[in-house]
């Protein structure tokens, strides 16, 4: 045995085994080193590293085995034991060809495995709108909640992907088949019901209906006491989870099983605040939403989600308003509701879009994660946590959480939203009216996505388009935000009565909002003889756009758009610094560039202006808009910005949408 091992390793040793497996060790070293430094700036899954070292492993064994066999000299490729036979270098391409192949497959194998993506899709049940049959037409609400809580219980299990009930809303009662209905919404199975509710007893009907045949997999019926329609909630669960043939842990079990309440009455006072939040958001709306939450709460002081969804309210309140008062309402209410489950995905997400409105962004997305390491198919969680990451500067991972959120659910609206607004804040315009095209097809009947839509439109140069949406955004319901879009329209367009009438009607809808105000002051100060109106406005503004900033001190929006207002009032020095903080906060930000020309033109900082404006072009602010500006009206003589202002042949017309 002893002589045998000594020939043995004598013979590896004249073959070279050694040297040539040590050398091939050096390379591989090499390879792995520079792959650590370089992958880690690549977009490629996270497990690209660990395919690339089982194929370096994969390389040893081939390397010993050539050595073995054959001797690679500057004569040519012999074979040991026969020095005199030469191998021709092409007897080689078939072991050449099968171990690439045998590593392409491999590496094929585990880089795909990488890509979440890639990974076979889970089957998506939609969850349509539960009719309602009660003799009450105000029931809809009950029919409203049943229809989002038992969707909330689906999410729960994490086997299947479900679509939000908003964002079906418009083919649910449509006079479709299921299969139509199931292509629409990328769903494999379709969960439809009705609701009779009377007094105290409720009687709900679900179907389970498989889109690809058209067939029923499931059917129930229930015709219970209204204190039952918990249980009645998880059997619809179960039974969907089983036609899916998904076995339901016993902690998805535990989910199930907590409600949060055991009170029905806040249950139902529950249910129809959430019916008045899916409304669209206005003042009125979030003051009867969060009265029904607050008697929730009063009847039970435990109910986590009903402090999550008075925080909910508030913040609604908050955004359409920029009331701080609100916000201070809805930071009560969500640390009320941590304290009382702080388990709970809805109070996460809550919390969250707390800290997101407070511009703790790096908080936001801690919550946003925590919701969904609780519940991984929570779309909303996505598509919070994208807009946190935007706010870091972090436009990459932003985009691919709005991803990953239009992937779970293709028909829920709030990821395309998203997606739209971060395209149209990088100056990607014809992008962004695509993203909220899509927005509009999920919600028809939302003035919000028609308002973006022209905004998108207008800033991308097809004016047509933009007033065709607007007017769609107004006839459906008119918001703070599309008067205020519209008077922006007159401003440029020279019409400063027709500006200056559009804004007042948007603070007829939110006197507390600090950007409307200081746009009145624009309008104003554009006029002969409105001096006085202009100052007052922009104080106004100032006022409560300070008041913003107490809320989010790193907000570049409120920190540029105040710089403005103090310009025009004539503190020159608070204004140089106000518009560097906001510069600081986001340089890459084009409303930022925008307001920094104006502030700077206004002070007569002629070059900064310049240098200004040719960032905002560069982040494709409109050149048409610039000529028509009197803002910067100080620059219109300068060559340098005629050339900026120039559009370019190639732009001339509508853009390409």
């Not at 908080?363 to 919070?384: H, I, K, S």
């Not at 310049?610 to 982040?619: F, I, N, Q, Y």
Request: with cysteine; aromatic share 10%.
């Amino acid at each position: 045995m002893t002589t045998s091992g000594r020939s043995l390793l004598g013979e590896l040793k004249d073959r070279k085994v050694f040297r040539t497996t040590a050398a091939y060790a050096v390379v591989a070293w090499l390879i792995l080193q520079v792959g650590d430094v370089v992958l880690d700036s690549l977009p490629v899954p996270a497990n690209t590293m660990t395919v690339l070292i089982a194929l370096v492993g994969l390389g040893f064994p081939v390397t010993m085995l050539l050595a073995w066999r054959y001797e690679f000299t500057s004569d040519g490729i012999f074979r040991h034991g026969k020095p005199r036979t030469r191998v021709p270098f092409l007897a080689f391409l078939p072991l050449a060809g099968a171990i690439a192949l045998a590593l392409g497959v491999a590496a094929a194998y585990l880089w795909r495995a990488g890509l979440p993506g890639l990974q076979p899709e889970a089957p998506a049940v939609a969850v349509l709108p539960f009719s309602n049959l009660s003799a009450a037409p105000e029931s809809d609400y009950f029919a409203d909640g049943l229809t989002e809580e038992v969707q909330s219980v689906l999410v729960q299990l994490n086997a299947f992907r479900v679509t939000a009930p908003s964002s079906v809303r418009q083919v649910g009662d449509a006079d479709l088949p299921p299969t139509e209905i199931g292509r629409r919404l990328g769903a494999d199975l379709l969960l439809r019901g009705s609701v009779r509710r009377d007094g105290s007893r409720v009687r709900v009907t679900a179907t389970l209906v498989d889109t690809e045949s058209g067939f029923q997999s499931w059917s129930e019926s229930y015709d219970r006491e209204l204190a039952d329609v918990f249980a009645i909630q998880v059997d619809i669960a179960r039974n969907v989870a089983q036609a899916l043939s998904v076995v339901i842990s016993s902690a998805e079990a535990d989910i199930l099983a907590d409600w949060g309440t055991s009170d029905m009455d806040a249950y139902d006072l529950y249910l129809r605040g959430l019916g008045v939040l899916r409304q669209p958001n206005s003042a009125e709306n979030a003051d009867q939403a969060e009265q029904l939450f607050r008697q929730a709460i009063s009847r039970d002081g435990n109910f986590a989600r009903a402090y999550a969804a008075l925080c909910e309210a508030h913040l609604a309140r908050y955004e359409y308003l920029s009331g701080t008062d609100s916000f201070e309402e809805a930071e009560r209410a969500c640390h009320r509701a941590l304290t009382r489950d702080n388990e709970s995905p809805q109070v996460r997400v809550a919390l969250g879009r707390l800290y997101y409105n407070a511009g703790q962004y790096a908080d936001a997305v801690g919550e946003f994660d925590a919701a969904m390491t609780r519940n991984a198919n929570l779309v909303q969680a996505y598509v919070g946590r994208g807009e946190a990451l935007a706010r870091l500067g972090r436009p990459g991972e932003a985009e691919a959480s709005f991803r990953k959120a239009m992937q779970l659910d293709p028909s829920y609206w709030g990821g395309f939203s998203a997606m739209g607004e971060l395209l149209f804040d990088q100056g990607r315009f014809a992008e962004a009216a695509n993203y909220f095209q899509e927005f509009a097809n999920r919600m028809v009947e939302s003035p919000k996505a028609y308002n973006n839509l022209a905004a998108a439109f207008y800033m991308a140069g097809d004016w047509e388009k933009a007033a065709s949406a607007w007017d769609r955004s107004l006839e459906i319901s008119p918001t703070r935000t599309t008067y205020l879009n519209t008077g922006t329209v007159y401003f440029f367009a020279g019409r400063m009565d027709l500006a200056a009438e559009r804004y007042t009607q948007a603070l007829i809808l939110a006197p507390e909002d600090y950007r409307t105000w200081v746009n009145l002051g624009d309008a104003y100060f554009a006029q002969e003889g409105f001096r006085a109106e202009a100052e007052a406005a922009y104080r106004r503004g100032l006022e409560l756009g300070e008041e913003a900033l107490g809320v989010n001190p790193v907000d570049a929006e409120a920190l540029s758009v105040t710089a403005h207002a103090l310009a025009r009032l004539g503190r020159r020095d608070a204004a140089l610094r106000r518009i560097q903080e906001a510069m600081l906060a986001a340089p890459d930000d084009l409303g930022v560039n925008y307001y920094a020309a104006v502030v700077y033109s206004h002070l007569g900082e002629k070059e900064l202006a310049l240098r200004a404006v040719e960032r905002a072009v560069t982040l494709n602010y409109e050149r048409r808009l610039l000529g028509l500006d009197p803002g910067l009206s100080l620059l219109w003589d300068d060559p340098r910005f005629a050339k900026l202002a120039e559009t370019p042949a190639a732009d001339a017309g509508s853009a390409d949408n």
